[in-house]
């Protein structure tokens, strides 16, 4: 673990515990009508504090569907979820959003940012729900802002944001509650290549200064960036190389 990274907060430095993530027989079916459609079947992931995994998967795999589960956003019909040592599998709604809230960053392929609003606020929103008085709260997203190389740009709109601009501001909300988790749905995959490639340079930062990252891409040469691969196929994950 790298120490003394400009980035790194202290006592941000990894420490031996439980995983970040542990599922076991994670599953899920939509139901259309009377048609039951089973989209994960037994999903077993291990995530260790500080490792960058990519889950690869064909387009309609349930890749998206399982980052939901794994951010709280979805349930799964069966299995077992814990999220830093803790058993996330039967909490209410109530105590899920703020699990969600204090210990998950989520990146989304569309970006989800608010329109007509500045990349400072965008990315102070998550902490309006912990309660932090509006001056902390901004002092947070100027330094998480500045983190991501957009310290330049703390005023714009994401119409005045290019699409790695505007990935980089949601990446930025992702991270500025420290969460213990980031997760990523196709983060590149409505960005230009070198758009795409600056994103990717930016998780390996993260990755370097000690967050879990694990991400999801139907893109192979997107893959080949995490430290890791899975493959989500029939409902089950495998090891790819
Ligand atoms: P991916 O992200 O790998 O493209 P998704 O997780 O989005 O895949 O979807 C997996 C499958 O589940 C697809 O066949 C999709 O049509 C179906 N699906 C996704 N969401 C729903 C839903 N809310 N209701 C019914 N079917 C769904
Ligand atoms: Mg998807």
């Not at 989209?39 to 291990?46: H, N, P, Y």
């Not at 980089?168 to 995959?189: H, K, M, S, W």
């Amino acid at each position: 673990m790298e120490q003394g990274h400009p980035w790194l907060p202290p006592g941000r430095v990894a420490v031996a515990g439980p995983p970040v993530v542990r599922t076991r027989a994670i599953a899920r079916t939509y139901h259309r009508g009377m048609i039951a459609v089973p989209v994960l079947s037994a999903i077993d992931l291990e995530l260790a504090a500080g490792e960058w995994v990519a889950i690869l998967g064909p387009s309609g795999s349930g890749k998206s569907t399982l980052l939901n589960i794994l951010g709280l956003l979805d349930r799964p019909d069966a299995g077992i979820y814990e999220l830093a040592g803790e058993d996330v599998s039967d909490l209410g709604d109530t105590r899920r959003a703020a699990i969600r809230n204090q210990r998950i960053g989520f990146v989304f392929q569309n970006f989800n940012l608010l329109p007509r609003t500045s990349a400072l606020e965008n990315v102070a929103t998550p902490l309006l729900y912990r309660g932090q008085r509006r001056a902390a709260r901004l002092a947070s997203a100027r330094t998480t802002l500045e983190r991501v190389g957009l310290g330049e740009q703390l005023d714009y709109d994401p119409t005045q944001l290019s699409g790695g601009q505007i990935q980089r501001v949601a990446i930025a909300r992702a991270l500025v509650g420290e969460p213990a988790l980031l997760l990523a749905d196709e983060p590149t995959g409505n960005l230009d290549a070198q758009s795409g490639a600056e994103v990717l340079d930016l998780f390996a930062d993260l990755h370097r200064a000690g967050s879990t990252v694990l991400m999801i891409t139907h893109d192979p040469a997107v893959a080949v960036r995490a430290e890791r691969r899975l493959l989500l196929d029939g409902g089950r994950l495998t090891p790819v190389g």
